[in-house]
């Protein structure tokens, strides 16, 4: 079994819908990344919690951090086209440089 | 100007071949990194390099082999290619452990083994 588990796999929404993406962990998280790949291209950088109970906004996506340091969900608000993509939640197991991804969700959104 | 930089972006080979992968970055960083994504879109890291010391080795077969010239290029080479092998190698860069940032993606390397 994987170490990050995300859920759902996959995801369509029509436009103006709410979703919330969930990356789960049974170990304590040294820092939680999301990141957005678009079809065949790179990672870009969303946002990184720490803190337990931890959350941050940019624009209409936000992701929280539960207060166990195990769990985070990202929730966008009034979907759009342009958020179309996969998700991928990123974190560190321990103190060292490695960062583990889920499997990613890989998100539609529908005009 | 493009922070991380991959070499090629699109590679086709044939089978039992030996092929390079460029990478460089221009941000200073002083650590970087191999990923590689499956069919799948499963990421998984490969190897790191700290200054030009190997950090970070996963389970890969020994047909691959990292090379850091440098702190700002990291580059891999596979030998003997097989169809498995066929995947998105990634290059990342971080300044130091995660960080607030966590790490710098270039843009990809969509390896075809035929």
């Known amino acids: 079994s994987q170490e990050l588990e995300q859920s759902p796999q996959s995801l369509i929404v029509q436009e103006g819908k709410n979703l919330t993406i969930n990356c789960t962990s049974s170990k304590t998280l040294y820092g939680l990344y999301w990141y957005k790949q678009k079809y065949g291209e790179g990672l870009i950088f969303l946002m990184m919690l720490q803190k337990g109970g931890e959350e941050k906004s940019h624009e209409k996506i936000t992701a929280k951090l539960d207060e166990k340091k195990q769990q985070s969900s990202l929730h966008i608000t009034a979907s759009q086209p342009s958020h179309a993509g996969i998700y991928l939640c990123?974190?560190?197991?321990?103190?060292?440089?490695?960062?583990?991804f889920g499997s990613g969700t890989r998100l539609l959104v529908r005009p | 100007d493009t922070a991380v930089s991959q070499t090629p972006k699109y590679l086709v080979t044939q089978m039992g071949n030996d092929k390079s992968i460029k990478c460089e970055q221009n941000?200073?960083?002083?650590?970087m990194y191999w990923y590689k994504q499956d069919s799948k879109k499963f990421l998984k890291i490969m190897f790191s390099?700290?200054?030009?010391?190997?950090?970070i080795n996963e389970t890969v077969p020994n047909r691959f082999s990292p090379k850091s010239p440098d702190k700002a290029h990291l580059n891999l080479h596979i030998n003997s290619l097989e169809l498995g092998d066929s995947a998105v190698y990634f290059c990342?860069?971080?300044?130091?452990?995660?960080?607030?940032?966590?790490?710098?993606f270039g843009s990809g390397t969509r390896l075809t083994v035929v």
């Open positions: 990342a860069s971080s300044q130091g452990p995660l960080g607030y940032y966590g790490y710098t």
């Open positions: 390099y700290n200054n030009k010391e190997l950090i």
């Open positions: 941000l200073g960083h002083d650590t």
């Open positions: 990123g974190a560190g197991m321990d103190s060292s440089y490695k960062l583990i």
